[in-house]
């Protein structure tokens, strides 16, 4: 089983940065791929930003250049550092992980998912935390 935990939301001026914790503890290991989603008020969750196990990256278009995802995976930790965030960034925000293969086929060809912004692919999530901009 896994457990995610997420922390350091809040509420900041326009322009400001926050950065949010996710503390995993369980069976999530360096094979797992994590990620971070957020959804608004009767809106569907959207993926924001992704890791893989050897460190690869993936970003909402909307957050590129602005947010970075890192984690330690020494204490199995998951961050997401938001800078110059505007009103639109205002949300719940999710922590995700994948544990076990996750792939993709296309064309009769498949593939193993290192990052993943599809809700679908994930199969542990936190219970989220608010993060408001106000302009």
């Known amino acids: 089983q896994v457990k995610l935990v997420e922390s350091g939301g809040g509420s900041v001026q326009a322009g400001g940065s926050l950065r949010l914790p996710c503390a995993a503890s369980?069976?999530?290991?360096?094979?797992?791929?994590m990620g971070w989603f957020r959804q608004y008020p009767g809106k569907e969750r959207e993926g924001v930003a992704s890791?893989?196990?050897?460190?690869?990256?993936d970003y909402a278009d909307s957050v590129k250049g602005r947010f970075t995802i890192s984690k330690d995976n020494a204490d199995k930790t998951l961050y997401l550092q938001m800078n110059s965030l505007k009103p639109e960034d205002t949300g719940m925000y999710y922590c995700a992980a994948r544990l076990g293969l996750q792939t993709r086929c296309k064309g009769g060809k498949c593939s193993t998912v290192k990052t993943s912004l599809v809700e679908d692919e994930y199969n542990y999530w936190g219970q989220g935390v608010q993060v408001t901009v106000s302009s």
């Open positions: 369980g069976d999530v290991d360096e094979s797992s791929f």
């Open positions: 890791i893989g196990p050897n460190g690869e990256l």
